[in-house]
């Protein structure tokens, strides 16, 4: 059974920037794609970011687009998603997300992935 490890949340001011590890624990593994998704309270889980784990294709919701930057490091079997200029509304836990299965058109929704982390809280106060 594939983890999937957070890292990286914190408290940071209006403005300030965060980058978030996703790293998963079986070194062998890769799958089609690896997201990131956030959930506030009350709110559905909403959609960050996403990468094909072997093309490195990215999708981006309207939100994180030129703030968000996502990458990967094969080597090291980790995602990564640098947020820059960071608000008070991108407060929120931050989950990553695999999909071990094989080609799907849309990766930005979360029932394309099966693997889960247990989530990294963002919180964006002065």
């Known amino acids: 059974q594939v983890q999937l490890l957070e890292s990286g949340g914190g408290l940071v001011q209006p403005g300030g920037s965060l980058r978030l590890s996703c790293a998963a624990s079986?070194?062998?593994?890769?799958?089609?794609?690896r997201g990131w998704f956030r959930q506030t309270p009350g709110k559905e889980r909403e959609f960050v970011a996403a990468?094909?784990?072997?093309?490195?294709?990215?999708n981006y919701a309207a939100f994180a687009k030129g703030r968000f930057t996502l990458s990967r490091d094969i080597a090291k079997n980790t995602m990564y998603l640098q947020m820059n200029s960071l608000k008070p509304e991108d407060t929120a836990i931050y989950y990553c997300?695999?999909?071990?299965?094989?080609?799907?058109?849309?990766?930005?929704?979360?029932?394309?992935?099966?693997?889960w982390g247990q989530g990294t809280q963002v919180t964006v106060s002065s």
């Open positions: 997300a695999a999909r071990s299965l094989g080609y799907i058109y849309d990766i930005s929704v979360s029932g394309a992935y099966d693997y």
């Open positions: 990468i094909t784990w072997r093309y490195e294709t990215t």
């Open positions: 079986e070194s062998a593994f890769s799958g089609y794609a």
